[in-house]
């Protein structure tokens, strides 16, 4: 028979036995809530058109029309194209600054914690300040940059209102913006590299090319990886900057597959085409990843 005194007993032992799996069930639970329902929420409405009338929802099952809507969106194409170009050329300029900053800074003996503290500013400023501060600087009247140009005797370049212009001065706002982001990365895995090994080098008569190149890159190339992955995702769903400076113009020189996402949600009221685009910059994402890693892992091996 069972007594009162064996049944917390019998408890506290259940609790021993599965205590990793009850530790996990909270977060596992808010997971499921926040991350797979709404995933799931958003694949069925990939799969309708959704419409509204009388504050009601009304679902019909569509997933062959927003695929073909899909795939004749002459603007999307345009936008994919736009935010592909926009995360090769940010993002390799931002990891070659963050790379010469880092090395730069990690030699930089007392100076080291000052710099560092400045060169992070960029990465503290809320994004609509960012926009609004450069969209001041690229002012076709008053801008200082077209002042300086003036100075030297050149016409005013109309920065943001050039369809050969206005991507790569959005790309010059996100380098400038994110390239401290980089550094921070760059700069602990240039500081974790081990002095000693540098020193041997220099002893053996290397010069500082070859040190950068045969040892300090070599030993960071997995932070390199993280970060070309981080600002690479990052790049592709930016929004913000493209938002307050050009909001996709002239034309569709600056469009990209956000703002193209937020035109057809929040003013098209297309929720079911809308989400159709949503899944297919996931997929794209995680494709661009998988290559990204292929390839990283392959050139290391070299």
Do not use: C
């Amino acid at each position: 028979m069972t007594t009162r005194s064996e049944k917390p007993r019998s408890l506290a032992d259940f609790i021993d036995r599965h205590f990793q799996w009850l530790a996990l069930a909270p977060a596992a639970l808010f997971l499921l809530l926040l991350t797979v329902y709404p995933v799931g929420e958003l694949i069925a409405m990939s799969l309708s058109t959704i419409t509204f009338e009388r504050a009601s929802e009304i679902w019909q099952f569509t997933p062959a029309e927003n695929f073909r809507q899909l795939l004749d969106d002459d603007i999307f194409r345009i936008a994919l194209k736009n935010t592909v170009v926009f995360a090769i050329i940010s993002v390799l300029i931002e990891l070659a600054f963050g790379l010469v900053l880092a090395i730069l800074v990690s030699s930089a003996g007392k100076a080291k914690a000052i710099l560092r503290t400045i060169l992070i500013i960029p990465i503290l400023m809320p994004p609509v300040a960012i926009g609004s501060m450069w969209k001041l600087m690229y002012s076709l009247d008053f801008g200082v940059l077209n002042q300086a140009v003036t100075l030297v005797g050149l016409q005013p370049i109309n920065w943001l209102g050039s369809t050969s212009l206005a991507l790569l001065s959005v790309v010059i706002v996100d380098v400038w913006h994110w390239t401290p982001f980089v550094f921070l990365i760059l700069f602990a895995a240039v500081e974790a590299v081990p002095g000693d090994v540098i020193e041997a080098a220099r002893i053996d008569g290397a010069k500082n090319r070859t040190i950068v190149l045969r040892i300090i890159i070599p030993l960071i190339w997995p932070t390199l990886l993280v970060a070309m992955f981080f600002r690479t995702i990052l790049a592709f769903k930016v929004f913000d900057q493209i938002f307050l400076l050009t909001s996709g113009g002239p034309g569709t020189s600056t469009e990209v597959v956000s703002l193209h996402l937020y035109k057809v949600y929040f003013q098209q009221n297309d929720l079911g085409y809308g989400s159709m685009l949503s899944i297919a910059v996931i997929a794209a994402t995680i494709a661009f990843i998988w290559v990204a890693h292929r390839a990283g892992r392959f050139v290391r091996a070299i």
